[in-house]
């Protein structure tokens, strides 16, 4: 041993550091990943920027959905004014209001304590059972594997949209419905994901170390294997908190979605397209489900931009999230890659 090479080094195949591998310090303690985004990794420029946009949009309709009851002068449902129905935006009705001559702006405020819940709660209920499914596929692997991707397989088969569809269809028109439909095509994607990490990591040095210490098979599973694989399915359940609400204002726009009266934004759409003189009844509830939607995809390209050196790299050539975003949503895929 020279002495450029000492014991504990990093270069020691050896040391202990070498032998505990990312996962577990010197001591044998696991180490926790953080998820924290740091004022630096957040990016410069456009990406820092539309990570505040996000979280600030988010905020802003969470504030409203809890405090909208002791502020707004008029009920979503039982308020309505026959006289002055399908009046336009003006001083006591700042968005107008509808052909039953409820307040729109009262209903549209309100559509937020409807569509954050289904939303975070499909989302919640997708991960819990995704992430379950694909880290023992992933894990085990073998026949339980097979099976398991293959219902996948099954289920990624169908258009999210169509098969959501035939769900709350078949279970009738509620938001408890919805997000049961939601959830059931929105979970393989996530199974998936978690699989693909799970492979990845249980052949790293620390989860091999974990077993030759002697470490349970479900010790190694839930201490050194589960967390690690949890950074992309924190990216994506941010921007699918988006998709889900865009999916439910769907789904409340066919009509098998939140029974009327209920203040849905999606609801709103619809009943908006039979009176297209009267703008502003579609427009506002419109622009709910688009602030809404750019804020999570806004969070979550930050996120990936955090956690993806890859996407670092292609920020600083290509702009940033919020170039990326904006033009994923108003020129499509297609314009994406082109540009």
Request: proline content about 6%; hydrophobic content about 50%.
């Amino acid at each position: 041993m020279t002495d450029m090479q000492r014991p504990g080094d990093a270069t020691d195949a050896t040391s202990p550091v070498a032998l505990a591998g990312p996962g577990e310090t010197m001591s044998g303690a696991p180490v926790t990943p953080t998820f924290a985004l740091s004022k630096a990794d957040r990016g410069g420029g456009g990406g820092r920027l539309a990570f505040n946009i996000g979280v600030t949009l988010v905020l802003l309709w969470v504030l409203i959905a809890i405090t909208i009851p002791w502020w707004t002068p008029f009920d979503p449902v039982t308020d309505q004014d026959l006289q002055g129905r399908l009046a336009g935006p003006g001083g006591e009705h700042w968005f107008g209001t509808d052909n039953l001559g409820r307040d729109v702006f009262a209903r549209v405020m309100y559509g937020a304590r409807l569509s954050l819940p289904i939303a975070l709660i499909t989302v919640a209920v997708s991960v819990a059972i995704g992430c379950l499914i694909g880290a023992v596929a992933g894990f085990l692997g073998g026949i339980a594997d097979e099976v398991i991707m293959r219902i996948s397989d099954i289920v990624l088969s169908f258009p999210a949209i169509v098969l959501a569809l035939a769900i709350a269809a078949a279970l009738g028109p509620s938001t408890t419905n919805v997000v049961i439909s939601i959830a059931a095509v929105t979970w393989p994607e996530y199974t998936r994901l978690m699989r693909g990490q799970v492979l990845s990591i249980r052949n790293n040095l620390h989860v091999l170390a974990a077993q030759s210490i002697g470490c349970s098979r479900a010790r190694v599973f839930r201490v050194h294997v589960l967390p690690f694989g949890l950074q992309p399915i924190l990216v994506k359940a941010t921007v699918d908190l988006g998709m889900v609400i865009l999916l439910a204002a769907g789904l409340s726009f066919i009509g098998v979605g939140a029974v009327p009266p209920t203040p849905e934004w999606g609801a709103m759409v619809s009943e908006a397209q039979s009176r297209i003189d009267s703008w502003w009844l579609g427009l506002f509830p419109g622009l709910a489900i688009l602030s809404m939607v750019l804020a999570f995809n806004f969070i979550g390209d930050a996120m990936r931009d955090r956690f993806d050196p890859q996407m670092r790299t292609q920020r600083s050539k290509g702009g940033g999230a919020m170039s990326r975003i904006l033009r994923r949503t108003f020129l499509g895929k297609a314009g994406e890659r082109a540009a």
